[in-house]
């Protein structure tokens, strides 16, 4: 019984080992998504939630556009009306009987149709004109949307790559650490080395190992930050094609300060939009004090009885007409709203002066960080090199006996910051350039 048992386990054990496996091999495996800026940025325009957001919002704009459009158009209504005269109307007279006669039956019947024709109504134009307008507010909300995603698609898209490149950096400067702390390790065991040199370069290499496991943290949480913009799922591998060392050939001239320009700006045009929109309230409301003209057409088709019966004769009567309305004491309603809506529109061009200085700071100091970029990237290959180059001698000079450990630790350290510092002046350079750009209103990648 024993040997049995034993048998059974074994089987169930393989069995279960076996299905585990032939699950993971059929589990589907996502390929990797390669990316280049172009492609990323055509996924984004066509999947972000936002701009879908902003597509949804011009579709109901546009049906409030029909909608007020349709207010021109003729309304027809009908009604179906059943009366039973309980106590029937009376007409006084003294030539009746008792000085009144009793009218119509017990039984009324009466089919009325209805139909109304705005002929002038300043009103419903001016309301017509508000709906384009709403229309031009949402298309350049959208546009604001689509360029607000660019400039943060190209910024995730570039501070992906410059953090893959840091972690390069850090982990040649891990492996060269530990290829020195190895070699101080050998040189020890032979009685070369002090157990002092041996120690202080283990832990050097221990201090790297921090910066790395931050380092792919970073990364890992900048790629989903892409995947978020680019609305795709977070579990998919994307693989970006193009490396941050490349831009370094892309840098030119910033623009200068004679080719400032806010009229492409997003929101300087919203701005502009909303005071448009705000002179067109006044225009309504003052078209309220106006008189409006309607016609009219009406049917009706009616029967009465004493019997609750249709066989008695249906008469019919058509009327039609022209219906005026003239306000003429509305309260100081209208004019009060007017100067409300006056107060409104200077509210609106002082806050678009002040939009506008702000908006002139930021290209400027965009200018300026371009520059500073330029000028920094300059010095940082030239320290690039000469870290290099002192890193190596001090290798040398350590492996002959002429230097000490800390100088070699000083020079690894001052290399690894200069690369560091070379491919984060390149990328303050592209986000500057970026920023520039969204504030500029560069709109070409939206109308490709």
């Known amino acids: 019984m024993k040997f049995r048992t034993k048998v059974k386990v074994v089987v169930t054990l393989f069995a279960v080992i076996l299905a585990i496996g032939t699950a993971k091999a059929q589990q589907p495996v996502m390929e990797n998504l390669h990316l280049t800026l172009e492609r990323a940025l055509e996924i984004a325009l066509d999947q972000n939630l936002s701009v879908k957001i902003a597509d949804e919002e011009i579709k109901r704009v546009d049906w409030i556009k029909q909608e007020n459009w349709y207010t021109l158009f003729p309304s027809l209504s009908a009604n179906a009306q059943y009366t039973n005269n309980i106590l029937k109307p009376v007409f006084f007279s003294d030539f009746f009987p008792g000085g009144k006669m009793e ?7 009466a089919v009325t149709g209805t139909m109304q024709l705005p002929i002038f109504s300043l009103a419903i134009f001016k309301n017509i004109q508000m709906s384009e307008i709403e229309m031009k507010s949402a298309l350049e909300s959208l546009r604001s949307t689509k360029i607000d995603l660019i400039a943060q698609v190209k910024n995730s898209f570039y501070g992906v ?40 370069s283990d832990v ?14 970073g990364l890992e949480l900048s790629k989903m930050q892409l995947k978020v913009l680019l609305s795709i799922d977070l579990n998919t591998p994307v693989v970006l094609e193009g490396s941050i060392s490349q831009m370094e050939s892309q840098i030119g001239t910033p623009p200068s300060a004679t080719e400032l320009s806010l009229e492409n700006n997003s929101s300087i045009r919203s701005m502009d939009i909303q005071m448009e929109r705000v002179d067109k309230s006044i225009e309504l409301i003052r078209s309220q004090r106006l008189p409006s003209l309607a016609g009219f057409a009406n049917y009706q088709l009616q029967m009465q009885s004493e019997d ?8 019919n009567s058509v009327a039609v007409g022209l219906a005026i309305q003239i306000p003429i004491f509305n309260k100081m309603s209208y004019t009060l709203k007017e100067r ?50 002192g890193y190596e ?14 100088e070699l630790n000083d020079s690894e350290v001052a290399l690894t910051r200069s690369r560091l510092n070379f491919y984060q002046t390149i990328y303050d350079y592209i986000k500057a350039k970026n920023d520039f750009e969204k504030v500029s209103g560069d709109d070409k990648l939206i109308n490709k």
Do not use: C, H
């Open 340 to 389: 409300q809506t006056q107060v409104v529109a200077r509210q609106l061009q002082m806050q678009r002066e002040q939009l506008e200085n702000n908006l002139s700071i930021a290209l400027v100091n965009s200018i300026n960080e371009m520059n500073r970029a330029q000028v920094q990237l300059i010095s940082d290959k030239e320290a690039v090199r000469q870290a290099q180059k």
């Open 103 to 109: 009218i119509g039956s017990t039984n009324s019947y």
């Open 308 to 315: 609750f019966t249709f066989g008695n004769r249906w008469t």
């Open 204 to 217: 050097s290499v221990r201090n790297i190992l921090p910066s790395i496991t931050q380092a792919k943290s």
């Open 393 to 406: 001698i001090s290798k040398v000079r350590y492996n002959t006996g002429a230097g000490t450990l800390l």
């Open 161 to 200: 790559l410059m953090l893959e490149k840091s972690l390069k950096v850090l982990e040649d400067s891990y492996k060269n650490a530990r290829e020195t702390a190895d070699n101080i390790k050998k040189t020890y065991e032979n009685g070369l080395a002090s157990e002092y040199d041996m120690i202080r």
